[in-house]
């Protein structure tokens, strides 16, 4: 239990670094009261443009990226084949990523108020099983491409994680990603109780 708690509680503290906060103080605004008032990367990019908000999706996905390898440190490092966790660390490693993604969504530096962890999911797909990541990657950067929108290719990119995963994982691990993602929709209808509301 020892490793799980390590994984959880670190990667809730890196999770919940507010960086789309932090980046657009440097701006004189809080995201949280602009646009979509989601304090992420896309309402950034709204507000500022791609290369002002190229931090805040770079922080974002790093966020998941260490609070993965944390998990994997934890758990001794056990991975199988072209960088897929396996083993003792599986669950420190999810552990980890999903509490960064709780971080991110509500986190401790900034209120609870916080986005909807999606950057912060991708980044921790890297340590999980690394060649998923690079195969939506690579969705994505076709999709964009070709359709001239990074959005519908982010999109895709999101939603192959868990159709590629059991190339290379059990089930299991490949139900505990779709779990992870369940947290981003719970974001996603939050967001849309909340605009109803307003």
Do not use: E
């Not at 001239?148 to 299991?172: C, D, K, M, N, Y």
């Amino acid at each position: 239990m020892v490793p799980v708690l390590v994984a959880v509680i670190g990667g809730y503290l890196l999770g919940s670094v507010p960086v789309a906060i932090l980046v657009a103080r440097a701006y004189g605004f809080d995201p949280r009261d602009v646009g979509d008032r989601n304090p992420g990367f896309w309402n950034m990019k709204d507000q500022l443009g791609w290369r002002a908000s190229v931090p805040v999706f770079a922080g974002d996905t790093l966020k998941g990226t260490f609070a993965g390898l944390l998990g994997l440190v934890a758990g001794g490092a056990h991975f199988s084949g072209p960088a897929v966790v396996t083993g003792a660390s599986v669950v420190p490693v999810y552990a980890a990523v999903a509490a960064a993604m709780i971080g991110h969504a509500w986190p401790v530096f900034a209120g609870f108020r916080g986005g909807r962890s999606i950057l912060t999911f991708a980044g921790g797909v890297a340590v999980i099983c690394l060649p998923v990541f690079l195969l939506a990657v690579g969705i994505l950067a076709v999709l964009a491409l070709s359709t001239r929108s990074f959005a519908i290719g982010a999109r895709a990119g999101v939603f192959s994680v868990p159709l590629l995963q059991p190339l290379f994982t059990p089930a299991l691990q490949v139900a505990a990603t779709g779990a992870l993602m369940c947290l981003i929709g719970l974001r996603f209808g939050q967001a849309a109780l909340a605009g109803r509301r307003s």
